[in-house]
């Protein structure tokens, strides 16, 4: 197979978390990702409620999220979380 065929290494977007293997206490203790919480949810990051969460996976989290924040919020919280390297 030809070289060129493959991707160079920086044309590969690695993310910096994968929801479905990170805790959502991972993802509370990093500064960027609390940012883009409060950006999209205000409060969400101090709701005593979010200690709850703290142990499961951000995708079984972020699930839950829907009922308590809305789908469109959660789907902008996602989305950027998908940005970060």
Do not use: C, F
């Amino acid at each position: 197979m030809d070289v060129k065929s493959y991707p160079l290494v920086e044309e590969i977007h690695m993310a910096r978390y994968d929801v479905n293997t990170t805790t959502m206490g991972v993802l509370l203790d990093d500064p960027d990702v609390a940012a883009i919480m409060e950006k999209h949810a205000p409060g969400v990051t101090s709701n005593p409620m979010i200690g709850m969460v703290r142990g499961m996976s951000a995708a079984q989290a972020i699930g839950m999220a829907g009922a308590m924040i809305g789908g469109d919020k959660v789907e902008a919280i996602k989305a950027e979380l998908e940005t970060l390297e």
